[in-house]
């Protein structure tokens, strides 16, 4: 293919990734005191949402035109050619010409690789279905750079929620396992970290611990909440007893660490509670921000752009 | 806050509409012969409409271009993270950082509020629920001030149809009272003015008169035509009677004021007959226009730039 | 009206194609090593989708995007205004003042002309139910441009497929006969080409020949092929056995002449296969891509800025 696209958190090398994060931070401080950089000034980039995000949507167009470049946008595709039986390659081959950079969101595994096989310009994976999140990925380790030291000391990462399903934390762990880190998995055992994970953690040599017990997160550095969904479970009590105990709040934590971090990929629901929005822990708003630096930073690697930052 | 917002008709003083009129003024005049101003170059615009409402979204949305800014865009929110349960001051939350501006549609009255106090970007309220509309005040109030000198001799508005749940008309009413005005409302009495809004004009001793009989247009300055729902009523033939009786068709025209201009906030049904469109009383497509220049003035408001213009 | 607007093939004399065809050869090859032309900075393009049609939506935003300009857009408006009874002129209206160009798609034969009618600005007609598609006659007319020397020699063009409703074959066939060019249409008689085509074509004195035999598009220079849908037989088994004789394969193409170009104006199903894709008559994602240029010199064409592209 030639082109650089993003599709996986596996194609990132460390080096990479040191590159992106530094990259980012420029960026967020370059944001400080002016609206706009130009380094994409005429360029396209086309959001094909073939399921709807609109966070992630709205946070890709703002990143570009803050770039100084322009969008064109379709949502709810499944409405139109689709619709008519067309092929996922058709539908995206035209795009071409018509942009200069695709991100794509699409409800079904390896759609992303088919766009990039697809089309000659670069494809961004933002989200599909079961599979990956790089961008997510990137923007959560950008998160955990931005309050912890990751390039010097072993810090340890605490997953809560759906570790089985949740593709969010799939990605992080992959980025996260190229640097310092020790992660703690805390979850239901019906949602536990799949088979295949922990083969690749073990190969890896990184340290690990899996529990249902939601008190391992306190000697954690970073919490990393996810919503768990009911349909996961065969019978409701048992929904209903984690749903309960799997709420971080204030009373929680008073007992954690300090310098706790606490993230969520966002939409929350009950699992962290509002009265803890306040408090310095409670990061998951400025992960989101973070996301828009993160994403920058992206459409300009992807257009061999990250070099004129700095 | 701090940001200065856009969330009520209530909070103008009549200095600020004063200033607000007379730079709406500037910028139709300057862009008779530009395409765009400058002023927010590099600034971006978030509409984000929980409700459809093509007109005001594409209004916003233009004059966010002819300052020289960008927009991103969310419709049909009830499909993606609502749906799923988020709050709306999280939906909003993340908005900060990616946009500048945020102008928002809500189903739900007290919802651009809730905006305001989530987010640290001017809101804008482009109308909420049962609430309020006060941009759609401020494009009539415009409206009517390139008409009559409402700087100067008292006028007489005459409001016409659903007096009792049409917001348009109760944000006006509030506009309206600062300056030199008098009202005529005419509707069904089933759909009359809220007692609220009557104990207001009369401690404000504003002169009003209440009737449901149309002939009281005839004398007044300016006919603001509102649309009559069926399901107001409980007779289908009371709603049919009065639907038959408020259209103001040339015929009726003839019979009022030389001098009259029929306004409407659109869309309009058979209450406005289309035979008038030609008529120099007809303003409400001449209305719509200045909701550009009155939006585009509203955008520089909230963002500190009215000065800018001259 | 005095506006310029593209409402029919019909409108476009040799003379203005010809211009047209240049123009977007010149910005062809002036996008090679720019990404943008400046022509239209500062415009507003409003997209006006009342039946979804995505690519050709994108197709011209992107174009309006490349020339500088900004755009406003509006799909699925069937859900908004028009569902509470307003009137097409009275929904359009408003845009004279919102935008400079109006791009509209419409399920009703002679929406485009309404539009026109009730607006100041130029209107660009992009399907109007089962009345015409310019636009897309303009491009398929550059594109055989492309390949042929159509200023020339005569060159033979074979329609494939639904002749009957195949609205975008109508409008070429009109451009088509300003040139030097023979016809030859191959469909299942059920859906041939309408007596009143037929009649304008014997008018005319082009010559042409009717077929439902494939075969018959072996001495073609042009293969123009459209889907066939089922709900246009009465028989069940018609429908199959056509849909099976019509597909374009590499095996097929290998009986016809050397040169041959497969067009098609997509979304395509089975009527031509994907086994052809690489081959170098296949130029269907090419006359896409011509979509663009083409967009672009007819966004000029209807603001009198053709001449500034040289």
Redesign the interface.
């Known amino acids: 293919m030639g082109v650089k696209s993003i599709l996986t958190a596996d194609q990132f090398s460390r080096k990479d990734l040191d590159l992106i994060l530094e990259k980012t931070r420029q960026i967020e401080d370059l944001l400080k005191t002016?609206?706009?950089l130009h380094v994409l000034k005429?360029?396209?980039l086309?959001t094909m949402f073939f399921e709807?995000?609109?966070?992630t949507?709205?946070?890709f167009?703002?990143a570009m035109?803050?770039l100084g470049g322009?969008?064109?946008t379709?949502v709810?595709?499944q409405?139109?050619?689709l619709a008519?039986?067309?092929t996922l390659?058709?539908?995206l081959?035209?795009?071409?010409?018509?942009?200069?950079i695709c991100a794509i969101r699409h409800p079904v595994e390896g759609a992303s690789l088919v766009a990039a096989k697809s089309i000659s310009i670069p494809v961004i994976n933002a989200g599909d279905g079961a599979g990956e999140h790089p961008t997510q990925a990137i923007l959560d380790l950008y998160t955990i750079s931005a309050y912890k030291n990751i390039q010097g000391k072993k810090i340890v990462v605490g997953f809560v929620g759906d570790i089985k399903y949740g593709r969010t934390i799939h990605s992080l762990i992959k980025l996260l396992s190229k640097y310092q880190a020790s992660f703690v998995f805390i979850s239901p055992p019906e949602i536990g970290l799949p088979e295949k994970y922990i083969e690749e953690l073990n190969k890896a040599k990184i340290t690990f611990t899996e529990t249902s017990d939601i008190e391992a997160l306190r000697e954690c550095d970073v919490g990393y909440i996810t919503r768990i969904q009911e349909e996961r479970f065969l019978e409701h009590a048992t929904y209903e007893n984690f749903k309960n105990l799997y709420v971080i709040n204030k009373k929680f934590l008073k007992t954690c660490r300090d310098d706790i971090i606490i993230m969520h990929p966002?939409?929350?629901?009950s699992e962290v509670s509002?009265d803890i929005d306040a408090m310095p822990q409670a990061v998951y708003?400025k992960q989101?921000?973070y996301?828009?630096y993160s994403r920058m930073s992206l459409l300009l690697y992807v257009t061999n752009r990250l070099d004129e930052i700095n």
Chains 1, 2, 3 share one sequence.
């Open positions: 002016r609206k706009q005429e360029h396209i086309a709807p995000s609109t966070r949507r709205l946070s167009e703002s035109h803050r322009q969008v064109i379709a709810g595709m409405f139109s050619s008519k039986g067309e390659f058709d539908t081959k035209v795009l071409e010409s018509y942009a200069d966002l939409p929350r629901l509002t708003f989101a921000e996301g828009l």
